[in-house]
Nanobody
């Protein structure tokens, strides 16, 4: 069984900051975690990639968040973070964490339940 748990969402004014966290845990042994990523889905829109970090630490970002968001990871804690600065109302969405996990139960992508981020104008 795999658990992917996000935290850190909330309500913030435009221009403010939030930090999201996502921790992966299993009932078993984790051999490796490859890509970890944050996706977001705004009301009435498709889910989109916000930021991704690979196993070797390479990152890529959606154009809309470049220069404002920073993704990082703690390998020892199997955790990925998303530091969001200069938030805009259009950043309002449910943010989902995704991990590509290789563990004693198999290899697959796993998703969290999502955390709401609301940016008021």
């Amino acid at each position: 069984q795999v658990q992917v748990v996000e935290s850190g969402g909330g309500l913030v004014q435009a221009g403010g900051s939030l930090r999201l966290s996502c921790a992966a845990s299993v009932h078993g042994i984790i051999f490796s975690i490859n890509d970890m990523a944050w996706y977001r889905q705004a009301p009435g829109k498709q889910r989109e990639l916000a930021a991704r970090i690979t196993r070797d630490g390479s990152t890529d970002y959606a154009d809309s968040v470049k220069g404002r968001f920073t993704i990082s990871r703690d390998y020892a804690k199997n955790t990925v973070y998303l530091e969001m600065n200069s938030l805009r109302p259009e950043d309002t969405a449910v943010y989902y964490c995704s991990t590509h996990l290789y563990w004693s139960g198999g290899l697959s992508d796993y998703w969290g339940q999502g955390t709401q981020v609301t940016v008021s104008s």
